[in-house]
């Protein structure tokens, strides 16, 4: 994997990097800066983030939220602030693993390997979640537009789905985008 490290020791920061390519890993960039993460993220495109630092400050964990809603990865956070704030803050940034004091270079590869399936587990749930909102509000819209058909047209309740599928399925369109046009229409009509 491409790795991208941030750890404002340079010391901590060679440490890390050879565990990181000792575990077969390629580190493609070293920063000493959180406020080069974002930056860095769009040029080198890395396929897992490891920060390393002290404490998770305000600075990095903003640069976090916005890595993570921008570009989501994994991110591996190796802190010594043990913390039950910090480590909820973290995670609620988007840091897929929160290591403290655990920078042995045995473990580092099962750390990110351990933050690479938690992170795809997320994403799917993050997808999932889209999915159900979308089709709960489609069912909403749908629920809607057979009402204006009802009265409109004098359909029964099946009568209505029946036309909004038929319009669906004649248009190659949504159930759903079929329905927000009826709602819209109506809306246009008075």
Known sequence: MRILVVDE???RAALLGEALTAAGHEV??????PLE??????ALRPDVIVIDTESPTRDVLE???IVSQSSPRPI???AS????????????????AYVVDGLDSSR???????????FEEYQSLRIELAEANLKLSERKLVERAKGILMRARGLDED???????RMAMDRNRRIGEVAQSVIDMRDLLG
């Open 9 to 11: 020791s340079d010391e």
């Open 28 to 33: 493609i960039a070293l920063l000493s800066s």
């Open 37 to 42: 993460l974002l930056r860095a993220v769009d």
């Open 63 to 65: 640069h976090v939220v």
């Open 76 to 78: 591996v956070m190796f």
């Open 81 to 96: 602030d043990s913390g039950g704030e910090a480590i909820r803050d973290a995670v609620r940034a988007g840091v897929s």
């Open 108 to 118: 580092v590869n099962s750390i990110v390997e351990v933050a690479c399936a938690r």
């Open 159 to 165: 009568g209505a789905y029946r036309a909004l599928r």
